[in-house]
């Protein structure tokens, strides 16, 4: 099994008291690193991880009785598992490099024959048989993916897209239905690094929305984050991800005049800030009409609403500055 980072970062406070429900992918079981992993960094959720039967409509079946008895308050999906928790209509769902069309991932992939369980499971079986026919259940299991969208389901249910899954490419089917579709950093299956800075922002924001709660927020404005070299200034991404622990980011540029300036602000913010920037990015040459608590950015003369953090000022001349100043306020 895989081995947890002994280092990786724990958020006791997030999703604190409440059921998560993991739906692993295709051969594994609930018994991953990838469960190991959700434990360790939300340690006072419940995680629940059930191995899943190989055929497709047993899975189904069983997952929504689950869902019915244990009422989660968050479904994690990855690659087959993400088709699953997509067909779980009324609950809250991430899905992470979701194989939307599993039948013919079956296929592509060179699925067919003995198959070998890459995780223990609770049964002790360690092989199974991959038929044509249980290629078919898949396929037509999958023909009822998206058959309950509405609008309430799109604003519950979230899909994550490795840049460099090289096993399951379904980003433009499921934005297709879906709006909240991100592309972070990382390949087919996560690691510790793809799951802290890309699926634990999102969990945060549910968690907020099913909470009721306000964050502080904070704006950034691009000027403070590159350096002249058009590259991330020092620490400024480890701040940014101090940061987001207890306050609401908003990522702020000057309104373009062209559409390459705002692709190019766009791919910047996804290329070293990624997940975090999604849905967070504000436009605007009337940066003091910006309704928040804190600015951070380069401007020398401000007379906005939000309190100035100036970058490169004697009180703020690194962001390692800026994170210990913040640290200091305790999120306030």
Same mark, same amino acid.
């Given at each position: 099994?895989?081995?947890?980072?002994?280092?990786?970062?724990?958020?006791?406070?997030?999703?604190?008291?409440?059921?998560?429900?993991?739906?692993?992918?295709?051969?594994?079981?609930?018994?991953?690193?990838?469960?190991t992993?959700?434990?360790?960094?939300?340690?006072?959720?419940?995680?629940?991880?059930?191995?899943?039967?190989?055929?497709?409509?047993?899975?189904?079946?069983?997952?929504?009785?689950?869902?019915?008895?244990?009422?989660?308050?968050?479904?994690?999906?990855?690659s087959?598992?993400?088709?699953?928790a997509?067909?779980?209509?009324?609950?809250?769902?991430?899905? $992470?490099?979701?194989?939307?069309?599993?039948?013919?991932?079956? /296929? *592509?992939?060179?699925?067919?024959?003995? #198959?070998? =369980? &890459?995780?223990?499971?609770?049964?002790? $079986?360690?092989?199974?048989?991959?038929?044509?026919?249980?290629? /078919? *259940?898949?396929?037509?299991?999958?023909? #009822?993916? =998206? &058959?309950?969208?509405?609008?309430?389901?799109?604003?519950?249910?979230?899909?994550?897209?490795?840049?460099?899954?090289?096993?399951?490419?379904?980003?433009?089917?499921?934005?297709?239905?879906y709006?909240?579709?991100?592309?972070?950093?990382?390949?087919?299956?996560?690691?510790?690094?793809?799951?802290?800075?890309?699926?634990v922002?999102?969990?945060?924001?549910?968690?907020?929305?099913?909470?009721?709660?306000?964050?502080?927020i904070?704006?950034?404005?691009?000027?403070a984050?590159k350096?002249?070299?058009?590259?991330?200034?020092?620490?400024?991404?480890?701040?940014?991800?101090?940061?987001?622990?207890?306050?609401?980011?908003?990522?702020?540029?000057?309104?373009?005049?062209?559409?390459?300036?705002?692709?190019?602000?766009?791919?910047?913010?996804?290329?070293?800030?990624?997940?975090?920037?999604?849905?967070?990015?504000?436009?605007?040459?009337?940066?003091?009409?910006?309704?928040?608590?804190?600015?951070?950015?380069?401007?020398?003369?401000?007379?906005?609403?939000?309190?100035?953090?100036?970058?490169?000022?004697?009180?703020?001349?690194?962001?390692d500055?800026?994170?210990?100043?913040?640290?200091?306020?305790?999120?306030?």
């Amino acid at each position: 099994m895989e081995q947890i980072n002994q280092y990786i970062k724990q958020f006791p406070e997030l999703f604190k008291g409440k059921k998560v429900l993991y739906v692993h992918g295709f051969g594994s079981s609930g018994q991953s690193g990838t469960v190991t992993r959700i434990r360790e960094v939300l340690p006072h959720a419940e995680v629940i991880a059930p191995d899943l039967p190989i055929h497709p409509k047993d899975a189904i079946d069983l997952l929504r009785r689950l869902c019915q008895t244990e009422t989660p308050d968050l479904i994690i999906g990855t690659s087959m598992g993400g088709m699953y928790a997509e067909m779980l209509d009324g609950f809250d769902r991430i899905l $992470v490099n979701p194989a939307m069309r599993m039948g013919d991932t079956m /296929k *592509e992939h060179g699925m067919i024959g003995a #198959q070998h =369980f &890459s995780n223990p499971r609770q049964d002790g $079986v360690q092989d199974f048989i991959v038929t044509k026919a249980l290629v /078919k *259940e898949y396929k037509d299991l999958t023909e #009822q993916c =998206f &058959s309950a969208v509405t609008d309430e389901e799109q604003e519950r249910v979230w899909g994550l897209f490795g840049d460099e899954d090289t096993t399951v490419n379904t980003y433009d089917l499921f934005r297709g239905h879906y709006p909240k579709a991100i592309r972070f950093h990382g390949e087919h299956r996560m690691n510790d690094n793809s799951f802290l800075h890309s699926v634990v922002p999102v969990i945060r924001w549910i968690d907020d929305r099913q909470e009721g709660r306000e964050r502080p927020i904070i704006y950034i404005g691009i000027d403070a984050l590159k350096d002249k070299w058009q590259k991330p200034n020092s620490s400024s991404q480890k701040t940014i991800r101090t940061l987001l622990e207890t306050y609401q980011l908003y990522f702020v540029a000057d309104a373009p005049d062209n559409a390459s300036y705002y692709t190019d602000i766009n791919q910047w913010l996804y290329e070293y800030v990624n997940v975090p920037a999604w849905g967070h990015t504000v436009f605007t040459n009337q940066r003091q009409l910006l309704y928040g608590d804190y600015f951070i950015g380069t401007d020398q003369h401000w007379d906005g609403m939000a309190t100035q953090i100036c970058f490169g000022s004697d009180t703020f001349k690194t962001w390692d500055d800026i994170a210990s100043y913040f640290l200091r306020l305790g999120g306030q």
